[in-house]
């Protein structure tokens, strides 16, 4: 199992950790592309609480907490379109409330 999940073919060449600011990527893949994109995120979800996005030349690692939100959108607009997000917060720094 891979410690991070790669993007197919991203050809950013910004080489960089990113772990604040803003940052979005659109990337169309392939269906097989997808699908293994889709695996590796999986093996690392079961694995731990931090997961690593990578293109060619960046990174995002992200230490996030439960639960995921997954959220489902369908449309019909022009087209049919199915739209399937997953949002991850961070990770809580255990700075809340205690009793001692």
């Given at each position: 199992?891979?410690?991070?999940?790669?993007?197919?073919?991203?050809?950013?060449?910004?080489?960089?950790?990113?772990?604040?600011?803003?940052?979005?990527?659109?990337?169309?893949?392939?269906?097989?592309?997808?699908?293994?994109?889709?695996?590796?995120?999986?093996?690392?979800?079961?694995?731990?609480t931090?997961?690593?996005?990578?293109?060619?030349d960046?990174?995002?690692?992200?230490?996030?907490?439960?639960?995921?939100e997954?959220?489902?959108?369908?449309?019909?607009?022009?087209?049919?379109?199915?739209?399937?997000?997953?949002?991850?917060?961070?990770?809580?720094d255990?700075?809340?409330?205690?009793?001692?």
């Amino acid at each position: 199992m891979s410690d991070r999940v790669n993007v197919p073919d991203d050809t950013d060449r910004d080489s960089r950790t990113i772990t604040d600011g803003f940052f979005e990527r659109e990337i169309y893949l392939s269906r097989q592309e997808t699908a293994t994109f889709l695996r590796d995120l999986a093996d690392q979800l079961e694995a731990e609480t931090t997961v690593t996005v990578a293109g060619s030349d960046w990174e995002i690692p992200f230490d996030y907490r439960e639960p995921i939100e997954v959220e489902i959108e369908f449309t019909k607009q022009r087209e049919r379109e199915l739209e399937i997000e997953l949002e991850f917060s961070e990770a809580e720094d255990g700075s809340g409330l205690s009793v001692r």
